[in-house]
């Protein structure tokens, strides 16, 4: 039977040890940053929940008239609003769980274990999943919302399989 055989893509140093890729760096670094910023929206979204509760109340009581299209958008930002309030607690425990299995597996790529890989995507996809079953869809309900609650990161999960190669351990 032939082996399988996978070449080294990585770069090395002077003393045998292996550098970083500048990508995989540029990712993890990111990473990194994500994960400090995602934890403190996590730490304080109770917080935010209520005061963007709060200016929808303060915006449909104004007196000023707003289209049907707005009305119905302010609608659906509430109702997924109270709905993640209601379900706050798993969601934030959820969301930490995520940035820990993120940070952990961008921890291990930057030492070229492919685990880490995989660690990163349960982390990156966990809370995606879950906040569809506890809260549904509606909390995708703007592009930006999109964006940010998936695009991010399903970009990412794109990039780091890009950099899959360098990951030899």
Known sequence: ??????TDL????????AKL????????ILTFV???FWGLVTIFAPMLYK?????IEEAKNSGKEFSSKELESMAKSKEAMESAVQNM????????????LCLIGAIWMRKFKKDG??????GELAPIVAGIFIIG??????????LLGIGIPVLFVILYTLQRKYLTK
Do not use: H, R
Request: glycine share 8%.
């Open 34 to 36: 994500g994960c400090a």
């Open 21 to 28: 890729p500048t990508g995989l760096n540029v990712l993890t």
């Open 117 to 122: 890989y995989w660690m990163y995507v349960a």
């Open 89 to 100: 607690v798993p969601m934030m425990v959820i969301g930490i769980v995520g940035i820990v």
């Open 51 to 55: 005061f963007a509760l709060t200016k």
């Open 1 to 6: 039977m032939d082996e399988i055989k996978t």
């Open 10 to 17: 990585n770069e090395y140093d002077d003393q045998g040890k």
């Open 137 to 146: 869809t509606s909390q995708y309900n703007a592009i930006s919302s999109i």
